[in-house]
Each structure stands twice: as structure tokens, then as C-alpha cells.
């Protein structure tokens, strides 16, 4: 097995994500004793500030955004100590150069390079590292979305890092993968007997995938705007979930074959046109409303100016092979949602023939749904038909629940950030949890058809109220097939 990295170099340590998310994180892993010996965490950014001003910046967020329970001065003060702040800026050598002083004599036993900052630094960050000698068999890169906002961008961000780092070396981070109820989906599909037979055509009617925030720009203008949900949610988050969820079983839990699986799922989504976006796409933009009893203002005003990026974006996709010919997918994002939720809902197809109907009453039969909710609630449920008690000689049927709560069920277990997981993989060199360059290709292939039928069909964004689940098109959308949206 290989050693995991002894250091960790954070470019982008002074932004958000590093604040809220990473350094918690690796905070976490420390305490848990699940870091190696003589561990350094190395954090660059372009401010100039010494060692003992940024750990004390980093003891502030781990009292902000750790659980007050969790934090504790001493594990923080072990914690503070392991870290050295560089400034580091691309395009400057001689940074690079102070950079490669603070890693002398350990890159031998493994560096695991984090990239938190925007993707047009990712080519020139890591060509700086090549030139400081800091690109080893033992160096990792991990690369925090967006991978560029469309095919071409894409394959110029990976073909900058591919021409200095081999696949295996490259972690492409969707921090969904690193969530436990969607690393669960695995295990309920292919660690219990009873669902994979019914995971197919045959069985199933649809699928829903919702992605629902509460929050608007919140900060995010400069990034945001021009992007929309379309590639900020669906091309990454929205499709893993589909995948993983969609694949065929795959040889073993290992990168490659996990990986190999999700990508042919990926590539066989049937491509949008400007004629198919029509009917099977929906764009919105949130207008004031109230959230929550909250009253909010819109995203136009918000931003400042008229704007025609989607904050909401509804799908009716399908997957053309043999498991899934038919099936169709709806899926749901958007911000200022009426609630914070991700959610995957199967819905499976009715009994072929009732034994309980009778004349003026009908079946009483409900089709079977599974309900698994990701977030903020961890759980499963299933919807089953039970008989109603009584002595009635008819037998009346009603709906039930089998819940089960993974929260509770686990209760004793600390609901870790996912983060954790992926940077302890990362150190560790496993990839699952991780997108390959195919995958991101594909995601994108697909994606490009919709903005593409999109500007062909000069298909502009509905209005809908903040606090409702999008625009009524939404609705229209899954419902002039029988079915409606989970809420």
C-alpha cells in the first residue's frame, strides 16, 4: 500500500472554501489521529503574512466553523503548529523558489498539492511547480471545480495539468462524492439482494434528482453570473449523483472500474436539440419573494442589472442503453428554493394485475416509491401497500412507510465534513471518490448540447417567485407525463 503524503501544499488558503470547509477538515483528520507522523500542511496565497498571523487566522475559523463540542485548544494549538504559510503567486519564479524551500528534502515522502483557486490558475500554478521541482512520481494535484465552463475549456484546463502530471496523480474534486449518503448509494445498490433486480426498465417508471437552495448569490456575482445552474449544479454534483446511481455493477470497488462504469453511463445520455430543449428543458431566474419568512429580493437586483443566466434549471433526460431505454429522469436545481434539500426519488411502475379491486372502489394500489434523501435529513425510505387493520371482509389497502433514518441509525458516528474523506483519500492516492478526465468530457459533451439547443431556440429564463420550486414550465414538465415533483 502506498505511504500517504506527509505534506499538504494549499494554494487558494486564504479564500472561503479553505476556511470553512479545508482546514476544519484536516483539523478533524488530526484529531482522530488519522494523519502521518510529522505532517505539514503548507498554505500559499498571494497576501504577504508571516507563520504565527495565518495560524492565527486558521484558529479563528476552526472556533467559527467547527461544532463548539469539537473544537478544542489543545488538538488546535498541535494543529496551528503544523502549518507554514508561503506567498505564492503564478507567474512569479522566484516565489515558487521560497515555496520549494519550505518542502526540502520531503518530497520523497509524498506531496499532495490542493487547488482552491479559480481554474485559470490551475495551468500556470502547477508550470510553477515543475519549474521549482516540486513535480515528483510522489507529487498528487487535486482541482476544486469548475473545470472550465464548457468541452474546449475543459479539455484546456486538463491538457495544461495532463502535460506535467499523469492521470493517476490528477484528482478532480466534486465534494458531493465525498458526501456519506451518496457514498451509500453504493452500498445499497450492490450490498443488498433486493434492489438490483428491480434496477431497470422493467420496474421502474421514472427517477427524480433534486438539488433544491435556499441561499441566492451570496457573494458569488463575479463567479455566478454568466455560469448558472446549468453548469454550476448539473454538470458536476447532479450528474455524479446519476451516475453512480444509473451504473452497472462494476467488477470491484476499485478506481478504475468504478470510473469505468460511471462514464458509460455519461456517455449514453441522448444529446438535447434546439427542438428537444423546448419540451424537455425549463430555465429560471428567481424575482423577490420570501424564503423561509424571509423576504428577499431578486437576482436581477441582487446583481444589479437585467441578466438572462438560469438560476433554476428542470431536465427531462434519458439514458439510451439497455438498463435504462425509456426511463425517463427528471432532474431539478435552483436557488432560493422554499427549501435546502437533495433528494433522489424512484418511482417504480404499478402491479401489472390487482387482486383487490371490486366494482366502485377500485384498487387502492399505490406504486412503490423509494425516497432517499441526501440532505439536510439522511435517509431511506420506502413506500409499500399494507393492509388496513380491521375485519372488514374486503381488504382495504393504504400506503406505509419503511423509514429508515441513517442519522439515527448511526447515531454515535460524527457526521464528518465531506472533505474529510477527500483529502484523506487524496493523501492516501485513491481515486474513486474522484472524477477522471473522461468523465468531465462527457458531463461536458452532454451539457454543451443543452446551452447549444438553448442559443439555437433563443430560449430565454422564466420568472418564477423566491420560495417556490421554480417556474410553472417545471411543473408542466413532469406532469404532462402523469407523474408530479416530489416536495
Known sequence: MTEPSATFLLFGATGDLARRMIFPSLYNLLADGLLPDDFLIVASGRSEMSDAAFRDEVCAALRQFLPADRYEEQVAARFSAMICYQPVEAGKPEQFAALADRIDGRLERGLSVYLSTPPSLFAPTAQGLAEAGLIAPTT?????????????????????????????????????????????????RFGNVMFEPLWNTAAIDHVQITVGETVGLEGRVSYYDGVGALRDMVQNHILQILSIITMEPPARMDPTAVRDEKVKVLRSLRPMTAETVKTNSVRGQYTPGAVQGEIVTGYADELGQPSDTETFVALKAYIDNWRWQGVPFYLRTGKRMPARQSEILIQFKPVRHSIFWRAGHGTGLEPNTLIIRLQPEEYIRLLIMSKRPGLERQVHLEEVTLDVSLTAAFAGQRRRIAYERLILDLLAGDQTLFVRRDEVEAQWTWIDSIIDGWKEANMKVAPYSSGNWGPSSAIALIERDGASWHD
Open 140 to 188: 498528487r494535484i487535486a482541482m476544486e471545480k469548475p473545470i472550465g465552463k464548457d468541452l474546449a475549456s475543459s479539455r484546456q484546463v486538463n491538457d495544461g495539468i495532463g502535460a506535467l502530471f499523469a492521470e493517476d496523480q490528477i484528482f478532480r474534486v466534486d465534494h458531493y462524492l465525498g458526501k456519506e449518503t451518496v457514498q451509500n448509494l453504493l452500498a445499497l
